[in-house]
């Protein structure tokens, strides 16, 4: 289970020449808060901005001991740590060692005043790490999840200390509710400009909506495998929709899922690249004319794909319909400053972002997926932590709820405007497919004809629907729905939680080198001595 994982994920080789420019490029595109769909609201005492770097990365400001850190929100891991020297903070006589596959994070575990998200910890644990090329000074990352993956937690022997940053807080605001959440932005969005918000405790006033979303249950992995536990649920049976509009068959490798239909899930904003099974990768991207799947050195097997290609797909949690935006289906290097990619046929390509899970799972795996920001930038996420804290003396189930904030068809504009330059040679095969013998909608022929199947079967029924339900007005024919419904209400361009594992951070002189490779097997002595859940979740 100790996998060692590969060096591989996007940013890597994406940003390795470019980082200044990314930097820039973010920068560049700020524009004055009030400006912005979703503001920074200084009446929500639990509201933190977020920063967007190339859609790859989401940084908020902390302050550790009065001095102020950039800090990557990471709902994977669970301890903060930052670089630097706090002189203001204590030293725990501790140190810690956070190990990623590559790199990682060490040094002594420091005690010092935090301010982050409009609360202040007064005595919070984190790792003093020493500053160096992979740690610049002023950048950290704050772990965001459950306790039992945390290192410095496990450190400490007394229930009240080496707490991480949330348990912290909500065990010192009694009032406050339980749970955070976060939208993530997308940044060549044209019609959304926004980089990214997070709270503790409150909902964004655009997306109170959220609170009416099914309740996703958190599934809980076996006490023995705690160190792996994660904010992650089930997809819905069927629950992954291919371009073709069809359910892409899944296979849950989780022992104790019970319908093997449903995968797990893992919601994890520190990775960019959503992260599924190889059959699942192959069946959203291979059915595009020009479609290959390359080994990167860096990112590792991946589907690239011609940029003009629209790729629709959708995710199914609790009954709702997630539709991902086609710009996160599949991203353009150009849009980072860096030459595309090329099929061998010689077409610029767009690289497929849910990739093959690029390392190894282990043998007795506690996720099948990991949905990054790629996926998390199409939904307004909410996680209640439930008995998921320290000192929970109660027994709440920790759940999970989406909001979709991406409409499809306005997605599919910003497609348009994106990647085809404003004109829409797209064919959408749900709608016109029928009238046109020259589609342009990338499918392979070998797709077209089992849709042009489809679509005669669909006229038929809609022959026969007409015929029965003639006398109906306003029956719309249900038999060939769109399977991309139009989301509620709420569909400013939030961005989502990244999943991604950084543990070498931007210098302004080296490229930052993105590391999505996380502990998602711990060492053995990651495990907290103590058991958090002792006594309170059996
Ligand atoms: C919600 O978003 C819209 C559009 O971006 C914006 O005009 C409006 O001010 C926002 N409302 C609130 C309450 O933030
Ligand atoms: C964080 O602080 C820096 C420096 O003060 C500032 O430039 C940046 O905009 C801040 N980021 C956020 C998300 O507030
Ligand atoms: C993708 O979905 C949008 C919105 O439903 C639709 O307009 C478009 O035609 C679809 N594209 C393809 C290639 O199916
Ligand atoms: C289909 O192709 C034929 C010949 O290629 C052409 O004459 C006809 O106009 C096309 N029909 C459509 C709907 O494009």
Redesign the pocket.
């Known amino acids: 289970m100790f996998s060692k994982l590969p060096a591989s994920l996007l940013a890597l080789v994406l940003l390795a020449d470019f980082s200044c420019a990314l930097r820039l490029n973010v920068e560049g595109r700020r524009i004055p808060v009030e400006k912005?769909?979703?503001?920074r609201?200084s009446s929500l005492s639990g509201s933190s901005p977020l920063d967007d770097t190339a859609d790859l990365q989401y940084t908020t400001n902390i302050t550790v001991g009065g001095a102020s850190f950039d800090v990557m929100i990471d709902t994977g891991s669970s301890d903060l740590w930052v670089a630097g020297t706090v002189s203001s903070a204590s030293d725990s006589g501790k140190a810690a060692t956070i190990s990623y596959a590559s790199g990682g994070a060490s040094g002594p575990v420091k005690i010092g005043a935090v301010e982050f998200a409009g609360y202040t910890v007064p005595k919070q644990a984190f790792i003093e790490v020493p500053p160096d090329d992979a740690h610049p000074a002023g950048q950290g990352l704050i772990g965001l999840g459950p306790s039992a993956g945390s290192v410095i937690f496990g450190e400490f022997d007394a229930e009240d200390e080496g707490n991480t940053v949330l348990d912290s807080i909500f065990i010192q605001n009694t009032a406050t509710p339980n749970f955070i959440t976060f939208a993530l932005g997308r940044l060549n969005d044209p019609t959304?400009v926004f980089t990214g918000d997070f709270t503790v405790g409150e909902i964004?006033?655009?997306f109170t909506d959220v609170s009416n979303q099914p309740k996703l249950p958190v599934t809980e992995v076996s006490i023995s495998n705690q160190g792996n536990q994660h904010f992650q649920t089930l997809l819905d049976v069927n629950g992954f929709i291919g371009p073709d509009g069809n359910p892409i068959s899944v296979t849950s490798e989780v022992s104790s899922t019970s319908n093997k239909k449903q995968a797990t899930v893992v919601i994890d904003t520190g990775f960019s690249l959503p992260q599924v099974p190889a059959s699942v990768a192959k069946a959203i991207y291979s059915q595009f004319n020009g479609a290959e799947l390359i080994n990167d050195k860096s990112i590792g097997q991946v589907w690239i794909l011609p940029c003009t290609q629209e790729v629709n797909i959708t995710l199914k949690f609790g009954g709702k319909s997630y539709p991902v935006h086609p710009l996160d289906a599949a991203i353009d290097p150009a849009t980072f400053g860096l030459s595309p990619y090329q099929t061998s046929s010689g077409q610029n390509a767009c690289l497929g972002l849910f990739q093959p899970v690029s390392f190894d799972t282990g043998k007795n795996p506690t996720y099948d997926m990991i949905f990054g920001m790629a996926f998390l930038r199409n939904v307004y996420t909410l996680i209640n932590f439930g008995d998921f804290i320290a000192d929970s003396k109660g027994k709440a189930d920790p759940y999970i709820q989406f909001l979709s904030t991406t409409d499809p068809a306005e997605a599919h504009q910003d497609f348009v405007k994106v990647r085809l330059g404003g004109v829409d040679t797209t064919t959408s095969v749900f709608s016109h497919s029928g009238s046109s013998n020259n589609s342009s909608s990338g499918l392979s022929n070998t797709t077209k004809y089992i849709i042009g199947g489809c679509v005669l079967g669909a006229i038929l029924l809609l022959v026969v629907g007409a015929f029965i339900f003639r006398s109906r007005r306003n029956s719309k024919a249900g038999a060939y729905r769109p399977l991309h419904l139009p989301a509620p209400a709420?569909m400013?361009g939030a961005g989502q939680p990244q999943m991604y594992q950084q543990t070498q951070m931007y210098n302004g002189a080296n490229p930052p080198v993105y590391n999505p490779d996380r502990p998602y097997d711990p060492p053995q002595e990651h495990v907290p001595y103590h058991n958090p859940w002792e006594g309170r979740r059996q």
């Open positions: 912005r769909g979703l503001q609201r959304d964004l006033s655009n709420p400013y």
